[in-house]
């Protein structure tokens, strides 16, 4: 007799990190640019992205992201215009059975709360037909949340790996001593708008379920 394997739950996936020969590689550069004069400058006080390594460091973790954000519009292309024709249909629906609703006549009135009658069986249809939207309209912005949030984590985790491939750069930057003032801290980098924005962006209306949401 043969057992069949259960299902395990996979792990969380553990942090990039940075190898021993893109180690060795940044703090090549890291040399090179201080050797060369390379300043990292300041804005506002706080250190900013100016060396070409940690400006090429900056531009790959935004493509990363960018591709991310392109993938997730990509994948949910199909359940988003689904979900506007939904909400358009609810939208139509929900008038229709108001407007029933509101001009009954006495007779009827008397008839629905009876349960019989063709206006009763019409408001019945409305209301089905109702309900299973709002139920997939629920189940289409589960599916929207879920996608956001894997390709934000994506392309988090990615700015995170490139933060950490930034503090080995920084380092030996600083190590090197030919710059009379170096930055006591490492650069940081800018995340992109549709990872910060606490505000109405494209995709944090999608997550959040809003019916305006425009692609």
Request: proline share 5%; no cysteine; net charge positive.
């Amino acid at each position: 007799m043969t057992t069949r394997p259960q299902n395990v739950r996979r792990a969380a996936r553990a942090p990039l990190r940075v190898g021993m020969i893109s180690r060795k590689r940044l703090e090549r550069l890291a040399r090179q640019d201080s050797a060369s004069g390379v300043p990292g400058a300041r804005n506002n006080g706080e250190p900013e992205a100016s060396t070409p390594t940690v400006q090429a460091i900056q531009a790959h973790a935004n493509g990363y992201a960018r591709r991310e954000e392109q993938r997730f519009f990509s994948k949910i292309s199909d359940q988003l215009t689904e979900y506007r024709m939904l909400v358009r249909a609810l939208d139509d629906d929900t008038a229709a059975y108001e407007a029933k609703t509101d001009e009954l006549a006495p007779p009827d009135r008397e008839a629905i709360a009876e349960g019989h009658g063709p206006t009763f069986e019409e408001l019945r249809r409305l209301e089905r037909r109702i309900s299973r939207g709002r139920r997939r309209v629920d189940e289409l912005r589960a599916i929207i949340h879920t996608r956001f949030t894997a390709a934000r984590l994506r392309a988090s985790r990615y700015y995170d790996h490139s933060d950490e491939k930034i503090a080995i750069y920084w380092g030996a930057y600083r190590r090197s001593g030919t710059l009379d003032h170096p930055l006591d801290r490492a650069p940081v980098l800018r995340r992109t708008d549709w990872l910060t924005t606490q505000e109405q962006t494209k995709l944090l209306e999608l997550w959040q379920g809003r019916t305006d949401a425009q692609a």
